[in-house]
């Protein structure tokens, strides 16, 4: 058969639903490309135009419009033959033109198994997608030409492109609703990377369908029959099972081959969306449904666009798995977004909806590229993204959201928006308040309670499952932590500098950019940045900043580093996320304290006398001298050691003496005892020295205690 009887074959599938002008175009490509490719081969042996075409019926079969297939002719032209970009231009226009490069930039990503590259690519392909889908969608039936024809292919480079297929473009396809493009990628990847699995499942469905025939059939006969007697127009097909979900559930579900075959699958196609109920109402009349098992995305579609009615019926001892939909939603379903183009013309609802769902998930990719520091980070958030489970929950007013299942209140939060997710600070699920990290269930209302001045809390990120709420947080974590450092970072330069006997302000813009050049970091922020982080040392940049240029690369000499005592950093006990209190000593407001930088984490306070704390002249240098501010009213921890004779119901008086001191108990230990005396540990709550005082006075007179003693470990 020559080429230009399949280019003629295609030209005559076009003219069901495009006009002959731009069937004529179509074919003015095909010959371009013809003509560029002329002398290429493919490792099958065939002439290298094979391919464009095979990717072209492929779009036809979904009616895609002209442009697509003209892309889909063109898609290796300036990859390939050296054709720029601008000859296309010139020949095709600038969307085809567009749509070519795109989908060229696309092919140049190999998603290699090393994830960075993997990833960084994946954000390539955000932006081309959020420039314009169709780029995606020639991309889609490319690869799956490429996987159709994989057997050539040396073994690594099959590996390779079969694991993209199933990691990438398979979830894709499924995200933009193409059931059907989805479903071969997957098998055609399952079946490439595990061949002797893929033929071992193949035998088994064909050995059971055999077996399974009559059963099949009674059941299909008495659905037919039941449209019949009550005039419902529907056409049944069997489903078949896809061996890479066959797969997927016996390997991740644990469940047998037989408890998956068990089950018989049906799907009735009628007219209209009343039919679709009318035969929900038929079906479940001649056979019992399952509780719990009834779906209705029709009235609340999936996050791709998909239509349905699904309810798991039992009878002739067998799970009849039915799916009720129409001819438009079984198009959807099949060909998703690009079903998009097939009803362009009328102004069918279902679409823009499909098409604006598809515009709200590649705007959240867009947006969470932007929030995340690197490829890694974005690539985590977008996999989770990428197909979930939804489950839909309700705003107050009656909006449907929906949401990947596990997805909690801040999940939801985030979803509305992301100032709202940024100040929640509770919720209430169905009017009742709930805690944030409570999985939602499909059905609740979810109202979420915000205030002014509200920040997100670090340990949001150990429950939420959602990539934006993910991608949200950190972003705010981030630029926190970044702010604070910087702060901290300033205090104890100035500190140093006073030492010094210099002030930051005298220093000029000239010195300080010596010193950000000497360092190699990006700006003076950065620097003071990373003296909060406990990266670099404060007294060095000082150093640094009073010496001159000539003293950069001298060695770092600490005798001249005098630091002044009353030059002390003051602290209030709440300084975020870059100071912390030492679980050794457990210092209070009132104890001599001292600062030491954790490289990377900010300053640790320690108490003045901690064991923890350097022995010697160099470490103790680097210690910051600290003073407590005078108005403190938060709670510390403190850890009391009491020994006191066994008497009924001492521990109850000596809890009642720590509240009578205003104290808080966090918790009570008894940590060993005879038949006569025993000792308790007591951590309590206090807000600083002379209030430890007043609650060790309290338990001191006890009669039952002999000793009270602070605890440093």
């Known amino acids: 058969m020559s080429e230009e009887a399949t280019v003629e074959e295609l030209a005559k599938e076009l003219s069901s639903y495009l006009d002959t ?99 960084e690519n994946f954000q390539k392909m955000t932006l081309a997608m959020a420039k314009d889908i169709r780029v995606i969608l020639v991309k889609l039936a490319d690869r799956l030409h490429n996987m159709r ?145 009834f779906k209705d995305y029709i009235a609340m579609p999936k996050a791709n666009g998909y239509q349905s009615l699904h309810t798991t019926l039992f009878g002739m001892h067998v799970n009849i798995e039915i799916q009720i939909r129409t001819e438009e939603m079984e198009h959807i379903a099949n060909n998703g977004i690009a079903a998009h183009w097939m009803y362009k013309t009328d102004d069918s609802g279902v679409t823009n909806i499909n098409q604006s769902r598809v515009d709200r998930w590649v705007k959240g990719l867009m947006e969470m590229r932007e929030r995340a520091d690197d490829s890694m980070e974005f690539i985590e958030h977008v996999k989770v993204d990428l197909f979930p489970d939804e489950i839909y929950v309700f705003t107050p007013k009656g909006r449907i959201m929906e949401l990947p299942s596990g997805a909690t209140s801040v999940d939801f939060a985030y979803a509305i928006h992301t100032d709202i997710g940024n100040a929640a600070v509770a919720c209430r699920i169905n009017r009742n308040l709930a805690s944030l990290s409570q999985p939602l269930q499909s059905g609740q209302t979810v109202e979420i309670i915000t205030a002014p001045g509200a920040k997100p809390n670090p340990a949001w990120l150990s429950f939420v499952v959602t990539g934006k709420a993910r991608s949200s947080i950190r972003h705010v974590l981030k630029t926190r932590k970044r702010a604070e450092s910087i702060e901290l970072g300033r205090t104890l330069l100035k500190k140093s500098l006073k030492g010094f006997g210099a002030k930051l302000a005298d220093i000029s813009d000239a010195q300080k950019q010596a010193v950000v050049n000497h360092n190699q970091v990006n700006s003076f ?10 990266n670099r040392m404060a007294y060095l940049v000082a150093r640094q900043l009073v010496s001159g240029n000539e003293a950069l690369d001298g060695p770092a000499s600490l005798e001249n580093v005098e630091v002044d005592k009353q030059g002390a950093v003051t602290i209030r006990g709440t300084e975020g996320m870059l100071v912390r209190f030492a679980n050794c000593c457990k210092p209070i407001p009132g104890d001599p304290v001292v600062g030491m930088m954790d490289s990377g984490n900010g300053m640790v306070i320690h108490s003045d006398t901690c064991s923890r704390l350097p022995e010697d002249d160099e470490g103790r240098a680097r210690l910051t001298h600290l003073k407590w501010a005078k108005d403190i009213t938060d709670e510390f921890s403190v850890e009391l050691r009491v020994e006191l004779e066994r008497q009924r119901g001492v521990i109850a008086e000596m809890a009642n003496a720590v509240a009578m001191a205003d104290g808080n108990i966090e918790r009570i230990n008894v940590e060993e005892q005879n038949a006569k005396f025993g000792i308790v540990s007591l951590v309590v709550h206090v807000n600083g020295r002379k209030h430890l005082a007043r609650v060790m006075r309290r338990v001191r007179n006890i009669r039952a205690v002999t000793h009270i003693s602070r605890v440093r470990h």
Do not use: W
């Open 149 to 293: 024809t994989l057997g050539p292919m040396p073994y690594e480079k099959r590996q390779r492109i079969a694991t993209e297929t199933l990691d990438i473009y398979a979830p894709i396809a499924n995200r933009l609703g193409m059931h059907a493009i989805s479903t071969e990628l997957e098998d055609l990847g399952f079946s490439s990377l595990y061949p002797m699995r893929s033929k071992y499942i193949s035998k088994a469905v064909d050995k059971l369908r055999g077996s399974h025939r009559e059963i099949i059939d009674e059941i299909r006969g008495k659905l037919q029959e039941k449209l019949e007697e009550r005039g419902l127009p529907g056409r049944i097909q069997g489903r078949e099972k896809h061996l890479n979900s066959i797969y997927n559930k016996m390997k991740f579900k644990q469940k047998s081959f037989h408890e998956i075959m068990d089950v018989y699958a049906f799907r009735i196609i009628t007219d209209t969306e009343d039919d679709c109920y009318r035969i929900l109402g038929a079906v479940h009349s001649l056979y019992k449904p399952l509780p719990g098992r």
């Open 21 to 119: 002008s731009r069937i004529n175009q179509v074919r003015r490509a095909y010959y371009y490309a013809e003509q560029a490719h002329e002398g290429q081969m493919r490792k099958s042996g065939d002439r290298y135009i094979t391919h464009p075409l095979a990717v072209a019926h492929i779009l036809a079969e979904l009616r895609l419009d002209h442009q697509s297939l003209m892309a889909a002719m063109l898609h290796d032209v300036i990859e390939d033959t050296g054709i720029p970009k601008d000859a296309l231009t010139e020949q095709f226009g600038e969307d085809v033109a567009e749509l070519v490069d795109g989908v060229s930039k696309l092919t140049q990503i190999e998603f290699r198994s090393r994830a960075e590259a993997q990833a």
């Open 525 to 534: 922020d950065d620097l003071i940045g990373d003296i909060g982080l406990g």
